[in-house]
């Protein structure tokens, strides 16, 4: 079997951190990247990465998709260029029309039938017809706030209610996630940034909310969500200077999310973000807890870092995806993920690799 | 589409517990029961169990398997007779060639390649020949000590180690558990029931172990595995009358074991059962650490109690057995397990379902 062909698509932190990944994995190879900036166009992958390629072919990055993904050269694409469904969808469209498989880590898309069912319904068709599958995955939506808590809930005789808490810090981020999450600005600001819908806050709840109740048949029917200012009480600054918070203003935001039956919340999320937490006492965490026989109780700390445990979901991912049924599949209905210390083509069904 | 009919094999604790279950389920009937003790066959379900039949319909038990499942009535058997995979592979066969798929709670088919590779491939054999496809499960092995961890590691982008430990409580248990377990024997008596065999510990660790290597491409190469008594400081008694141990006497066994790679502990497993752990400071829990990029460091306390989760784990994977592809499968390559809230036919594909 030819080594397993991936192309990436989007060059960002994320894109980057999947093309070093696959350097340093054995039986896959990287075969093309588009990117947007075109600025970085004929240029190589190992010197933008400041990587060394480990003996694996030198990739030219380029701006045009049908250059970098070619049908019948490509096992599986991994798009990671935003977050939201109408515009990934059309990309993840591309891809499959050019019968290839395609994995996006677009928070929206790990469970697109959550917000948008005829985006879900037109990928669908278009990979069956292709006879290939799409797949959404990442951290969070992906593992941490759902995928874990279905999986504890194997366990369980009967579930009452699923409650998911990750309570991270974002002092590790660049200014751009200092901007869209509110870090640094006044109550004021803060409240302005929220009307106007420049703060992003954390977008993945209502995939989460509906993935969990989909597999666990929690039947939920409505989701409400709030976004807080974390107004802090001491001076805040981060260690690599991209992020500063004064006290009375705001290091961070509090997202909470409920998924209601008969009014009755089932599933809660609680995602409070900040700069600095460890500063007043909070440490970083995932927390599941799910009411029901028998219960569970689970926390881990500190958090698992979202960037790396996004690039890591997305490549390990590769295996399941191209073994799936063609169609549009999510994080509950293949089998679990899993890390990759062997050769990637351990992991894939013979029948279903594309490049034979 | 037809309720999911499951028939049970063996009605001890386990297998009665997941008739309580289902008869308190949705879209789900029991067809059938086959008993071992020849006194209770004749006799009605509902009234060995105890527990009303929620307008589903009585079955008389039998000690006839042929009596219990026909083909073309049943779409699943579940096998809690015992944990030994040459005993339940005779079982699990005769299920399989009457064209229904299978699941047993035998610890050591949890993963029958781990120890019997000959067995794996006679039921991999028996089941795509006749269609249907067989899964072994439970609480540990099945989810605790090894599918849980796996699953961790899909956000991880390098593992170096894995350690599962599980602590729990034998005080819930009856008369033939503490003897198995050697609670109450001096410590000569213990030396002794381990020399003799008669002391079983946990069952499990080879199939855990092998499990996350095999996912994981951690490549084990030998297993270790260690058995010694906890011995008390102080007297201990279970509130059910059930085990007790004088201080200077065994509460408890101690069973750990070691997955080896080029004679390194690359998969460490712990797994203390005492009586009353409670009146030593010592509290139960699950816990994996996963060394690597990142690390994860879970805790879930108190345990997940294992007879519930092993009849939970049993019952809740019905969809993903009936769903496989034909052949032996294992937790590691169907979906993920979860509770099921709603009606059992939702997780079932049409296509698969045996009775129509």
Tied chains: 1, 2.
């Excluded at 808590?149 to 981020?173: E, T, Y």
């Excluded at 981060?238 to 992020?243: D, I, K, R, S, Y």
């Excluded at 004064?246 to 900040?274: F, T, Y």
């Amino acid at each position: 079997m030819q080594n397993v062909k991936v192309a990436i698509w989007g060059f960002g932190a994320m894109g980057s951190g999947m093309a070093e990944m696959l350097l340093n994995k054995e039986g896959v190879d990287i075969v093309g990247v588009c990117v947007s900036r075109p600025e970085r166009a004929g240029k190589k992958m190992s010197e933008v990465l400041g990587k060394p390629l480990n003996g694996k072919a030198e990739v030219i990055l380029t701006n045009n998709l049908d250059e970098a993904v070619k049908e019948g050269e490509c096992d599986v694409v991994l798009v990671c260029t935003d977050s939201h469904a109408p515009s990934v969808t059309e990309k993840v469209i591309r891809v499959l029309e050019k019968k290839v498989n395609c994995i996006t880590i677009a928070e929206e898309m790990a469970y697109t039938q959550a917000q948008y069912p005829e985006l879900a319904k037109k990928i669908d068709e278009c990979a069956k017809k292709n006879g290939v599958s799409a797949l959404g995955t990442g951290i969070n939506p992906g593992l941490m706030m759902d995928l874990l808590a279905v999986c504890f809930s194997g366990c369980m005789i009967d579930v009452k209610s699923v409650a998911c808490k990750r309570v991270n810090s974002l002092s590790p981020f660049g200014a751009t996630v200092m901007r869209e999450q509110g870090v640094g600005t006044t109550v004021e600001q803060f409240a302005a940034g929220k009307a106007d819908g420049s703060l992003t806050g954390h977008i993945g709840f209502a995939e989460s909310i509906m993935m969990i109740s989909d597999a666990i048949g929690l039947k939920v029917e409505k989701i409400e969500e709030q976004m807080d200012p974390i107004v802090t009480d001491v001076d805040r600054k981060t260690p690599n200077g991209a992020g500063a918070a004064k006290a009375g203003d705001v290091a961070g935001v509090s997202m909470r999310a409920q998924g209601l039956r008969d009014g009755k919340n089932v599933i809660d999320m609680q995602h409070p973000q900040q700069i600095e937490p460890e500063q007043v006492g909070v440490q970083t965490g995932d927390y599941i807890t799910i009411e029901g026989t028998p219960a569970v109780h689970m926390a881990n700390t500190p958090e698992i870092d979202g960037g790396l445990g996004t690039i890591a979901m997305a490549v390990n991912c590769i295996p399941q995806c191209i073994n799936a049924e063609p169609g549009l599949r999510s994080m509950i209905d293949i089998p679990v993920p899993h890390a990759i210390m062997d050769d990637f083509r351990n992991h894939v069904y013979e029948s279903k690799k594309l490049v034979k």
